[in-house]
């Protein structure tokens, strides 16, 4: 018999039902009521009967509803963990996400002006990461944690994914069945839309005890293949390769590298890489840190000569190889570099007037500290977590900079998060 690989939960306080006023919504998206008392899927204003014990409750019912409150469009929503605003008028709920923003920017003490959001629309998605569990009969179940909890729900529609993602749930169904043979493996398929058909890397694959089975791998590669994939790798290593996934990046083309980084939204990558764009207007040049793939390198080449580095060498072979499917570019060199551990150094920036910044959620502390101490006069920062650009931003602020404006982007729909691009001179 197949063991159970979900993680015990532990024991949920009770108590008596409670009444409880929504006085705001905090951080997770949760509705927050004096005590404080979290309560998902409410809203400022309603009143709610919620259950449980602790801060943490569960809604039971909405007594007074909010005038801003509408009918959540997919039917997971309440049991799926990757949504937690859709109930929320659109309207309010962004005004919420840029008066977050805000708040943040000032823990730092931090006041500038914030642009109008971009927003990502429906259905635009590029990118999902489904988890895959045993189902009956030898199946998997294919879709997203379940909220607070290790287990999957097994979703037929998603309403922030692209048609084509949704559309292909089924045959990615299939692919994950072989994967769940051994009792330990909690598969998760990163899947990605590319011009030559869906791109999959997996990952959580028990490997300790020898990984997949040559009859799984092969009962992978017929799925594959019978499903028309482009590409399936697990830890960067390919399993099956009929086509090589293949991006566009503003006037490039680049081929994708197994498991790199690349924007969830292509209308979202293409709004931050315009204003990104129109910010450094007249650089002479530019130096373009964790560039990745080179999401706003060769848009920014067309401006000024551009230094990419990035700790990721697939990906800078990726965006080296591609150079050549843009021709009329001011120049571009790159290099693979870890910024955290070897950040470029001021008196490496000695020539470059324009700096942009892409770090992963941690931030990029290191290496604004030498942006802080050279003489470039211009800094474009993106990120992904505003509680590590506002630190970031202190420190340059600190050193000299105004942090002139800061462009807000909802990438990731009906969540709490919120990405930016802040331009800051000198």
Known sequence: MRSSNRRPEPPKPSGPPVEVVIESIGGE?????????????????????????????DLDAVLTASAERVEP????????????????DHTAYLA???ERLRKTLGLQHIETEILAPFAAPPASRRRLALHARPGKRGEARLGYKTRKSWDVIDISVCPIADPKLQAALPALRRLAAPLLKH?????????TLTAEGLDIEITGVERKSGGLSADARMQLGEIASEVGFARVTMDGEVQYGARQPMVSVGPAVVALPAGAFLQAVPSAEAAMAAFAVEQAAGAERIADLYC????FTFRLAQIAPVYAADGHAPAIRALTSAIATAPGLKGITAET???????????????TDTVLFDPPRAGALEQTAEVA??????????????ATFARDARVLIDAGFSLDRVFPVDQFLWSPHVELVGVFSR
């Open 29 to 57: 998206g949760d509705g927050v009521a004096a005590g404080p008392i979290y309560v998902p899927f409410t809203l400022p204003g309603e009143t709610v009967r919620a259950t449980g014990g602790g801060e943490r409750r």
């Open 73 to 88: 469009p997919c039917p997971h929503f309440g049991v799926c963990g990757g949504c937690a605003l859709q109930h929320w």
């Open 96 to 98: 919420w996400k840029v």
């Open 183 to 191: 009792p330990k493996s909690a598969p998760t398929l990163h899947v």
């Open 292 to 295: 990745g793939v080179g999401t």
């Open 337 to 351: 570099r870890d910024l955290a551990r070897r950040p470029v150094l001021a008196v490496e920036l000695r020539k």
């Open 373 to 386: 101490g050279s003489k470039v006069s211009k800094v474009i920062g993106v990120s992904c977590n505003p």
